[in-house]
């Protein structure tokens, strides 16, 4: 399977520890996302990447979080100190520019803070 | 007012009929809409894509898009249990980040 991979799947962590989640995107897709969903909402933007540039990350991501993607390649997203509101699904997609546009989501990253 | 809006349902239809679901937005100047299926626990998975004004069929699934009126919708022939999901609209903006934006989803119940 060569879709979007995310891991760890799941992650319960101590209130104020960090965590880092990874992504793999679709190969030679360059444009890289990163969402978060919490239960009944759908998913919010958090930052994007197009190859190793972050170029959008929203207003309301707090300081806590960071994202990178090195040589344009995997992707890991960081929250440091976690909170119990950081508790949620945490969703890579990736697309290739000018193909439409069309993301495709890798299965999520569960966090559980407690 | 959200950027994109549906109504969070549930929507509950019996087997075999046509389900019909429905979003607006607010961003005039957007080209690109998606509809997502979401299962319970699971990630979204893209069902269809519709750029035009007007209907865009793939199977069961019909999409159907008026930009003048900033609505899409999704028409869901024959429907089945195994259709029981949270369906999501997407709305890629007018700016050429590529980011899509959500609305919260409609949940749709199937009943046998």
């Known amino acids: 399977d060569t879709g979007v991979s995310q891991n760890p799947r799941h992650k319960i962590t101590k209130r104020g520890q960090n965590v880092t989640f990874r992504c793999d995107p679709i190969s030679e897709h360059n444009r890289l996302y990163w969402y978060r969903q919490t239960l009944g909402q759908g998913p919010e933007f958090l930052t994007y990447?197009?190859?190793?540039?972050?170029?959008?990350k929203s207003r309301l991501l707090s300081d806590r979080f960071s994202a990178e993607r090195p040589k344009g390649s995997f992707s890991t997203l960081e929250i440091q100190r976690t909170e119990q509101g950081d508790s949620a699904m945490y969703l890579c997609a990736s697309s290739r520019f000018n193909s439409g546009n069309t993301i495709y989501f890798g299965e999520g990253s569960w966090l559980t803070v407690v | 007012q959200k950027e994109v809006e549906q109504n969070s349902g549930p929507l509950s239809v019996p087997e075999g009929a046509i389900a019909s679901l429905n979003c607006t937005y607010s961003?005039?100047?957007?080209?690109?809409f998606f509809w997502y299926r979401q299962y319970s626990g699971k990630s979204p998975e893209l069902i269809m894509s519709i750029y035009s004004n007007g209907d865009k069929e793939d199977g069961r699934f019909t999409a159907q898009l008026n930009k003048a009126s900033q609505y899409v919708s999704l028409l869901i022939r024959d429907s089945q249990p195994s259709d029981s999901a949270t369906y999501l609209c997407a709305v890629l903006g007018s700016s050429n980040t590529g980011k899509l934006i959500f609305g919260q989803g409609t949940t749709l119940q199937v009943k046998p």
């Open positions: 961003d005039r100047g957007s080209q690109s």
């Open positions: 990447f197009q190859n190793e540039a972050q170029l959008e």
